[in-house]
């Protein structure tokens, strides 16, 4: 019986191998498996979307000096999940492993980074879920890819498309997704694996077609700054003028980064004591500052509405840069993109407070696009993702703030991975 299921798997296989016969399309098998990766990533981010928000709730019920301890436990706890069930890695190892390690992304260490980076962001660490998910659905394109033998650029595409389906189900942004999947392997200033562009735009579709049913997602902004009435051409001054501003803070977060990861690799510490002595130092500064609790999701709503004095904001900013550069230095799991939109956004009112007269909605999206841009390097997406996001429906002012952002960024790039072998 063995035999003949195995030759049925192998003419199964050998079927899914040809092209959809009789089919006058650019339609192949091919698009049913980009369309199939995006359900299964849609699915996957589902999960963990609400597995997250469970874990967040259980753990929001704590508040005051109690966040102190049960961020140093849970700390402790992904430090140990790490140590013992093998260390998953950050974005610096799939952006190389995409680059130099034929496409394959490994999910042998999937659970390790499921379960220490629910337990990370959900305790309120300055970390979002969007690596995590990059990671795993990336991982299951390799693992699909593999199934049904594919090799070289196709091989590598499906791995892409699993990154983008992962990242756009949380954004719920298909092409945003899709372009920040490619423009994050990126190197001297040329998206290499443009011919991953369709499979990423397929299954980034279907995945957030599967995330928007499982946890009932609407169409529209998640942050609302849509009130913006176009005032002339000095808009885009403006927007360069904020962006040259975000860009300098972009440069304080790489300068902070790199301090505590020098403090954090002075002498060699296991993985959980690292991550305990995170957990202490970030449950610290959420007792003081609330608001730089958790990754920002829900927090730049707050701080939008909020009535915020400057001091308090500038306060917001150096401890909210502190927090994610120790989040990122202390071993903890997690991706740094929606909390630099936080940054940015907290920037943009401190400008607001100090020159009332500029435009409010202008000067955050300005500083969101320039400090994300210049830190990770991804100009377009960037511009589409908070265009999405924002319900900012004027693309051109955010594009120029990017651009600043990118070209103002430092010559060895955050990502040292983005960097080629010379």
């Known amino acids: 019986m063995k035999l003949k299921r195995r030759r049925k798997l192998v003419t199964y296989l050998n079927i899914l191998d040809q092209p959809v016969r009789f089919n006058p399309f650019v339609f192949s098998r091919t698009f ?10 849609g699915v996957i981010a589902g999960a963990y979307w609400i597995g997250l928000e469970f874990l967040t709730h259980q753990l929001a019920f704590f508040s005051g000096w109690e966040v102190i301890p049960v961020m140093a436990i849970c700390g402790l706890l992904a430090g140990l999940i790490i140590h013992f069930i ?11 492993n995409i680059r130099f390690n034929k496409g394959k992304l490994d999910p042998k260490n999937n659970p390790s980074m499921v379960l220490s980076s629910l ?12 690596a995590p998910l990059v990671q795993v659905t990336g991982s299951t394109g390799t693992w699909i890819g593999k199934l049904f033998r594919l090799k070289g650029e196709e091989l590598r595409s499906l791995s892409i498309a699993g990154m983008a389906s992962g990242f756009t189900a949380l954004f719920g942004a298909p092409l945003g997704g899709s372009l920040f999947s490619l423009e994050i392997l990126h190197h001297k200033h040329a998206v290499e694996y443009y011919k991953a562009i369709i499979p990423a735009f397929v299954a980034s579709c279907f995945s957030y077609l599967v995330f928007a049913l499982i946890i009932h997602l609407g169409l529209g902004p998640i942050w609302d700054l849509s009130a913006y009435e176009y005032s002339g051409i000095f808009d885009f001054g403006y927007a360069v003028l904020f962006a040259i501003i975000g860009a300098a803070f ?21 993985i959980y004591i690292k991550t305990l002595i995170g957990g202490i130092l970030l449950g610290i500064i959420a007792f003081y500052f609330p608001l730089t609790r958790y990754f920002g999701h829900h927090e730049i709503n707050e ?11 500038l306060a917001i900013l150096i401890f909210k840069i502190i927090a994610i550069s120790i989040t990122v230095t202390s071993g903890w799991r997690g991706g740094f993109i929606i909390p630099l939109f936080f940054v940015g956004a907290t920037l943009g009112l401190i400008i607001h407070q100090l020159f009332p007269t500029i435009n409010l909605t202008l000067a955050i999206v300005s500083c969101m696009a320039a400090i994300n841009a210049c830190v990770t390097r991804t100009p377009m997406s960037t511009t589409i993702l908070l265009a999405t996001l924002t319900g900012f429906g004027h693309f051109i002012p955010i594009l120029f703030a990017s651009l600043t952002g990118y070209f103002l960024a430092p010559r060895i790039p955050f990502i040292g991975s983005q960097m080629g072998k010379e």
């Open 119 to 130: 337990l990370c962001v959900a305790s309120g660490g300055s970390l979002g879920p969007e």
């Open 86 to 96: 093998g260390d998953p890695g950050e974005i610096h190892l799939i952006v190389n």
């Open 32 to 41: 049913l498996l980009w369309a199939l990766l995006g359900l299964i990533g």
């Open 303 to 313: 701080l939008l509405s909020g009535n915020f004095s400057l001091t308090l904001l």
């Open 250 to 270: 972009g440069w304080a977060f790489i300068i902070c980064t790199k301090f505590f990861k020098s403090i954090f690799e002075k002498r060699p510490i296991p």
